[in-house]
């Protein structure tokens, strides 16, 4: 079975930082389409940021230059959050699939996604 695991969620103050990890089983994982997105309860989900099986990021633009995504070679996505907002209080889940198109706006609707970790900034 697949598994993503996010942690690293807590409670910091603006302009804090955290860094969130999303553990990933039964997958090969250097051809997956990654990523996080975030969800405030009553809201539609809002797309993070993206990491490419070739290497390469995107992010959206609430969050480009503060938050940087990553991955290393033991099954692990990283996202770092610097400088954080209030507004980027949400739970933030970790996705991952195949797509033909390995796009920033659809990692919302990934197939397989974690439980998500909660951010919140004061």
């Known amino acids: 079975d697949v598994q993503l695991v996010e942690s690293g969620g807590g409670s910091v103050q603006a302009g804090g930082a955290l860094r969130l990890s999303c553990n990933v089983s039964?997958?090969?994982?250097?051809?997956?389409?990654m990523g996080w997105f975030r969800q405030v309860a009553g809201k539609e989900r809002e797309p993070v940021a993206i990491?490419?099986?070739?290497?390469?990021t995107r992010y959206a633009d609430s969050v480009k230059g503060r938050f940087t995504v990553s991955r290393n070679n033991t099954n692990t996505l990283h996202l770092q959050l610097n400088n954080l907002k209030p507004e980027d209080s949400a739970m933030y889940y970790c996705?991952?699939?195949?797509?033909?198109?390995?796009?920033?706006?659809?990692?919302?609707?990934?197939?397989?996604r974690g439980r998500g970790t909660q951010v919140t900034v004061s």
């Open positions: 996705a991952a699939d195949r797509p033909r198109v390995c796009a920033l706006s659809d990692v919302g609707e990934f197939g397989n």
């Open positions: 039964g997958y090969t994982f250097s051809s997956e389409c």
């Open positions: 990491f490419d099986s070739d290497g390469s």
